[in-house]
């Protein structure tokens, strides 16, 4: 269930997330410890156990929930009126305004991944899975074909650069609105070239 749908969770495991989740963007998840994590929440080492099961599931859940706000804006895209180009081009935006509030979600996402044990691994490559189906279904309503197993291949990496694009191009000079315009242009072409379809 997205993030936006849950009920609260408690304030304290709140914040504990949420600074965790900033020390593990800034440094990087394999290199803090357990005991720089209790350092940086100001407890314990020994009472970490106590606000968090481990440090994988804690990533785990990060990255999860990544993903589930990824699909539930697809889905709710997919659900709007509109024409195939339309959701397509709704698809990439929600995509790169979702960074806005979740970009060291993305960056977990990309470089620590993984850093999850094998069924968590799983359980996020399926989830990623679902969201790319999405995709290819919006492209293949678009162009009228349906993909075969490269481009469905190089659609997955179009995701890929979806989740890095914003992280990449800094443009101070434009507003909000023309710098995501701009992501959204080389997304487009992006996708475009690695199917080599008009998606217009």
Same mark, same amino acid.
């Given at each position: ?19 965790? %989740?900033? =020390?593990? $963007?800034?440094? +990087? ?11 940086? *929440? @100001? ?52 995509? %790169?305004? =979702?960074? $806005?509030?979740? +970009? ?11 850093? *999850? @044990? ?72 992006? *996708? ?9």
């Amino acid at each position: 269930m997205p993030a936006s749908q849950r009920l609260p969770v408690p304030s304290r495991y709140q914040t504990t997330r949420s600074q965790a %989740l900033q =020390l593990f $963007a800034e440094r +990087g998840f394999s290199r803090v410890s357990m005991r720089e994590l209790a350092d940086y *929440l @100001g407890i314990r080492p020994g009472s970490l156990y106590h606000h968090i099961e481990s440090k994988e599931a804690l990533l785990f859940e990060l990255v999860e929930e990544l993903y589930e706000e990824l699909l539930h804006g697809a889905q709710l895209i997919k659900r709007r009126l509109g024409s195939p180009a339309e959701h397509l081009h709704g698809m990439l935006e929600a995509h %790169l305004r =979702l960074h $806005a509030s979740m +970009g060291e979600h993305f960056r977990l996402a990309e470089y620590d991944g993984h850093c *999850l @044990g094998e069924e968590q691994q799983a359980r996020i490559g399926a989830l990623r899975e679902r969201y790319e189906r999405l995709l290819a279904d919006c492209v293949e309503r678009v162009t009228g074909q349906a993909l075969g197993n490269s481009r469905r291949a190089a659609l997955s990496g179009v995701v890929s650069l979806l989740n890095q694009l914003p992280a990449w191009v800094q443009t101070p000079r434009l507003s909000p609105q023309a710098h995501l315009d701009l992501l959204g242009d080389m997304a487009m072409s992006a *996708l475009q070239g690695a199917l080599r379809a008009p998606l217009d």
